[in-house]
């Protein structure tokens, strides 16, 4: 008979699961990448019910912006035209992006995120983008 021990987890991965089980981030740069691949590993297709305050989001990442995920007072990206931050899907599904599902994001800063979602969201951040160019000008 043998023993049975329980094999002790990595610091990785117990940051992983640590940053899988939070739900609130405030005033701290989070690398979308890893977050995503974290959710990925917890056997999670997107990440979900999460509220980023004052944050600064980096990527090189493309957000596909999902059902109740709210923007408010953001800064969504530095770019001449601010229409090249976002990419239309060209099918029903969308792979190779970070999905966001019931997130809020308030007063962030996005740095070399691009964004992708229904039509209708994409005209909005759209707007959005342009209206706060226009305001700096």
């Known amino acids: 008979m043998t023993d049975q021990t329980e094999t002790p987890m990595s610091p990785d991965e117990k940051f992983g699961r640590e940053l899988v089980a939070r739900t609130t981030f405030e005033k701290e740069a989070v690398w979308l990448p890893s977050l995503a691949v974290h959710h990925m590993n917890a056997g999670k297709t997107f990440i979900e019910d999460k509220t980023f305050t004052e944050c600064l ?4 990442a ?7 995920t709210t923007f408010d007072g953001c800064n969504m990206g530095v770019a001449g035209n601010p229409r ?6 060209l099918g029903d599904m969308i792979a190779g ?31 959005n983008l342009l209206s706060a160019q226009a305001a700096r000008a």
């Not at 966001?100 to 996005?110: G, H, Q, T």
């Not at 979602?117 to 759209?126: N, T, V, Y």
Request: net charge neutral; hydrophobic share 45%.
């Open 84 to 89: 090249t931050l976002l990419l239309q899907p």
């Open 62 to 68: 493309v957000m596909a912006v999902m059902n109740g």
């Open 97 to 127: 992006v970070v999905g966001m599902s019931n997130c809020r994001f308030v007063r962030c800063r996005f740095v070399q995120v691009g964004f992708t979602g229904w039509p209708e969201l994409l005209k909005q951040i759209e707007e």
């Open 57 to 60: 989001i980096e990527g090189p």
